[in-house]
């Protein structure tokens, strides 16, 4: 969310605008990227992808990163102008220069979907990298879910781990879920069901509708036995019903928020 418009934006959405307009025309770039927002979700004003596109290159020329990145996002999605993802990876990487970590974030994305440049995990690891570093938890899962998946990096289950409890204790949700499995599934650490459960629990009260299905589907303590000596036919039953959250899903989603 991009500078936040408060209460007058709820009960006045003229005035915010012509306040905004007045802030704009003295040279104010947060205020033009405000603007754009306004034209670009037609808040106060008819939704105007045009306008948005105006403004967000004013203030982008200023040197306003949130601008260059919501610029970006319009070519990602097609708004107001032809889909263009090369168009869009380079307002990304101007973003990200300026030291936007969403647009490290949308970097990652495009390195790793293959859109407007080659499929490359290794550089969407390391824009997910910089975008940790940065303290981002949602570019902290992603970094987390290549090394279990070994993709750019090479497979590590220790240190998908240590990503995922960053975010997770930061309060990431997808996080907390697929740290869970890590301990369903003993992947980097030993397997172990209660504390697979308390992850999943604490998913499941910060919204995460996988994190429910997961703790459904944990056997009962009763059964810790069965389960703690990983017999065959017990743990496959309920490994069958199991989910953890694809970075690609959880990724493709963020993406479309991280612009505003």
């Not at 974030?105 to 440049?117: C, D, N, S, W």
């Not at 996988?210 to 036995?225: D, M, Q």
């Not at 069965?226 to 990724?251: F, G, N």
């Amino acid at each position: 969310m991009l500078y936040a418009l408060g209460q007058a934006a709820a009960q006045d959405y003229q005035k915010t605008k012509e306040g905004y307009e007045q802030a704009a025309a003295a040279g104010d770039a947060k205020a033009m990227t405000s603007l754009g927002y306004l034209y670009d979700v037609g808040q106060g004003v008819p939704q105007d992808y045009q306008m948005a596109r105006e403004w967000y290159e004013k203030a982008a020329a200023a040197g306003n990163a949130t601008a260059m990145n919501n610029l970006a996002f319009l070519y990602y999605q097609g708004h107001g102008v032809p889909q263009d993802y090369q168009t869009a990876r380079q307002w990304t990487e101007k973003a990200a220069a300026a030291g936007s970590t969403m647009a490290m974030i949308r970097l990652g994305a495009l390195y790793y979907e293959g859109q407007g440049v080659p499929q490359d995990y290794q550089k969407a690891e390391a824009w997910y990298e910089k975008a940790s570093v940065a303290g981002n938890t949602m570019a902290m899962t992603s970094v987390a879910f290549m090394y279990s998946q070994g993709q750019g990096v090479p497979q590590d289950y220790e240190k998908a781990r240590q990503w995922y409890a960053k975010a997770a204790v930061a309060g990431n949700a997808t996080a907390m879920n697929n740290l869970g499995y890590l301990y369903y599934s003993g992947q980097g650490v030993p397997q172990n069901y209660q504390r697979a459960r308390q992850w999943y629990a604490k998913a499941a009260a910060a919204g995460n509708p996988e994190a429910v299905t997961n703790l459904a589907s944990l056997p009962a303590p009763k059964a810790r036995e069965c389960h703690t000596t990983r017999h065959t036919h017990c743990s496959r039953a309920s490994h069958s019903s199991h989910k953890v959250t694809a970075h690609r899903h959880r990724h493709r989603h963020t993406v479309q928020i991280a612009s505003r």
